[in-house]
């Protein structure tokens, strides 16, 4: 993605001054944890988009779409923090989390504190209706994270089920991104609807892609046990397109409720892994990148755009 | 506080309503529990100032002033649910708490949501600088309760960090009232610097008279064991004004490390209930009344005016 460095590499690095300037914090140590925790945020996947949507609109300097972009990666680490307390999940991108070395108490306030410092960012676009999109983006992730803590297992195993919770999680944030950035730059009313068709799509077929390296990445590459989500008891789409093939096998009905033995779930993992579950999911995501692709179509035609459209083919081709 | 219910008892009944629209929420009976809490939250003080505060500058009918009275009202609710969780304290106004009937992840997400339910009410206030001020807020909260868990003992005995502990946890939220009202009912930037030092000094006030009948309640009124803060080891006003006269008290060491044994805490707070450091405290309290209400003096002269000073007035006058 070397074109996204030179299209925003420059205003990557404001966003990424933005997310370390962190407010004081007591005790210090406890900044420096936060500070090491946002530093290890990947590729900035969201910023660029938020950046990437500006630019297209001519805007690629605002200051507002900094904040947006900043606002937004901010508004993910926060997340993260509450996930690590909520799943009890103890590794992350290989270190160890918050959670681990601190207090629950400790990390649902760190979570808190970066929820109102994403906040206080995305204030600073100096738009009510950013804020307003910021507020409800933040409703629709606490309440998707608050309904698959009360479902069923009858229903977690739905393509439904699994599509609300992947938007909720992941999806809306994209939308974020994209149509947050907009609004500061700019958009029309429709351009900021395919905008949000543009970050929705992506951002359903990103996780779908994510839940499909938990299967076939090595715990390596993705710094978790192979199969972990399921393992969980979180039902993806590869273990949803292995039902549909495979109803009957009798590995299925202790993973579907949750409470299969280790080996077992070593055993299902490895069948799921090398069935063609894997290649369907896959097909689903690509059939969603195409979609993603074609709400650019409205858009105005330059290089940021076919930036945005060769962020959506990465998402499908990252190493299966 | 008659005269509250006949200047602003129409919004105030609008307020109640918009805090009772909770969004919907998965599972419903979790809404519920929520509309519970909600609808159980006493005598909506924070919302009464602000809206005294936009009848003041002429202002009583303004929606926005109605949206900013709701916002601060549920994220002071939101608060209530983490402190739930972060205390582990399991009654709260005579009734169970969330966290008692939940599991703590879906007492953090509940807080969560409620978090971002405020955060949109704030944002229907249309203004920046209402959103900016409530960011911030949320950040004075949260970073205050993060400080809190990490304080040591030496320093939580010191007035210094009980009056941070207490502008952060109370006063900051009576700040907000104050001052987001103002903003949406076009006071002047003097007239808002005013606001912000009412609700301080009002704010700070307020929580020394609750840290007292901590101290002096009886346990069917505050719906708390007498003396609980010193019990969990919050060394709060009372606590501080009885070590000042009492340094040599053999029973204050244990305490001032949080480990006593409840024989030994039932006699200090027994102690410290019937020593002059309760009326200390007061005076403390009505010191800073005074001030409030000095603060008052540059606002516009009228009915509600007046009645911002009585609830100022009312604040030190509640049963002791």
């Known amino acids: ?56 609109f001519g805007k690629q300097d605002l200051r507002a779409a900094i904040e947006v972009a900043s606002a937004v990666e901010m508004l993910h680490t926060a997340t993260l923090v509450h996930d690590d307390l909520i799943d009890g999940s103890l590794v992350r991108r290989g270190a160890a989390t918050l959670n681990a070395a601190w207090t629950p108490a400790a990390t649902v306030l760190t979570g808190d504190f970066l929820f109102a410092f994403a906040a206080g960012l995305a204030s600073r676009a100096n738009s009510v209706r950013v804020m307003s999109i910021f507020s409800e983006t933040l409703g629709v992730i606490v309440g998707g994270e608050l309904r698959q803590q009360f479902t069923d297992w009858a229903r977690r195993r739905t393509r439904d089920d699994y599509t609300e919770r992947i ?6 944030m994209f939308v974020l991104a994209a149509t947050a950035a907009g609004v500061v730059a700019g958009a029309s009313e429709p351009q900021i609807q395919s905008l949000n068709a543009y970050g929705r799509d992506l951002g359903l077929a990103f996780q779908i892609m994510d839940d499909v390296l938990d299967f076939t990445g090595e715990q390596a590459t993705v710094g ?43 055993q299902l993992v490895k069948r799921i892994r090398e069935s063609a579950a894997i290649t369907s999911a896959v097909a689903e995501a ?35």
Chains 1, 2 share one sequence.
């Open 286 to 320: 690509a059939a969603l990148i195409k979609t993603a692709k074609q709400h650019l179509a409205d858009l105005p035609d330059n290089a940021y755009r076919s930036t945005l459209a060769a962020i959506a083919d990465y998402t499908v081709s990252r190493n299966v």
């Open 224 to 266: 978790k046990p192979v199969g972990s989500d399921l393992r969980r008891g979180l039902i993806t789409l590869p273990t949803i397109c292995y039902i549909e093939a495979n109803p009957d096998d009798p590995l299925l009905p202790c993973a579907l409720e949750g409470n299969c033995s280790g080996e077992t779930y070593a």
């Open 1 to 56: 993605m070397n074109n996204v460095n030179e299209l925003v590499g420059q205003q990557l690095s404001q966003v990424e001054e933005t997310l370390l300037n962190i407010p004081e914090m007591h005790p210090s140590n406890l900044r420096n944890a936060v500070r090491v925790i946002v530093a290890s945020g990947g590729k900035r996947l969201r910023p660029q988009i938020s950046l990437l949507v500006a630019g297209m």
């Open 167 to 172: 938007y909720a999680k992941t999806a809306s």
